[in-house]
């Protein structure tokens, strides 16, 4: 509904309970953290939601195994941040910790790998290597073609990176 401020309080209710109910690396406060930084996300506070998303990547590194997927997607998460900043050699860092996760974690033509192929791709383009973007659009195009059906929209996104 775009009550962000609404959103915010009530996420920060929340954790506060859990911080006072929980252990402090329970799996519900990185939830909570990377919640937080979804609402300031929208609400454009970039340095807030690197600080929520980090905070959550701390929590799950200490919960889970090295190559789990919910550690792919806070680096991911972590990765738009950086990029929104302006920070691409972060934002590739980040992307490329995702990757190399998902690689392990999941099955070799899944969404998700063509998902990170793709922002992947984004940044170089954003840092003018156009050469390394093509190469990371075309990756992600030729696993989507795989994983979706032919008329899916995220077939047209990648010809449209591309």
């Known amino acids: 509904m775009g009550e962000y401020s609404k959103a915010l309080s009530s996420h920060e209710r929340s954790l506060e ?10 799996p519900s406060l990185a939830t909570s953290y990377n ?11 970039y340095s807030k939601v690197l600080s929520s998303y980090e905070r959550s990547l701390e929590i799950d590194k200490k919960l889970l195994p090295p190559n789990h997927p ?6 991911n ?13 972060k934002a590739l860092s980040s992307y490329q910790r995702s990757l ?11 969404p998700d790998l063509a998902q990170s192929y793709n922002n992947i791709g ?3 383009d954003n840092m003018g290597e156009y050469s390394k973007a093509l ?10 073609k795989i994983a979706l059906p032919p008329n899916h929209p ?6 449209n990176n591309i």
């Open 17 to 26: 309970i859990k911080k006072i109910a929980l252990p402090p690396n329970h």
């Open 77 to 89: 998460n972590i990765g738009v941040v950086h990029n929104n900043m302006g920070e691409y050699s």
């Open 35 to 45: 919640n937080i930084g979804m609402v300031y996300n929208n609400m454009g506070e």
């Open 135 to 144: 190469s990371s659009h075309e990756r992600s195009l030729e696993i989507k």
């Open 70 to 75: 919910d550690l792919a997607s806070d680096y």
């Open 100 to 110: 190399e996760i998902w690689k392990i974690a999941l099955p070799p033509n899944h």
């Open 122 to 124: 984004l940044v170089y």
């Open 154 to 159: 995220d077939l047209a996104k990648s010809y």
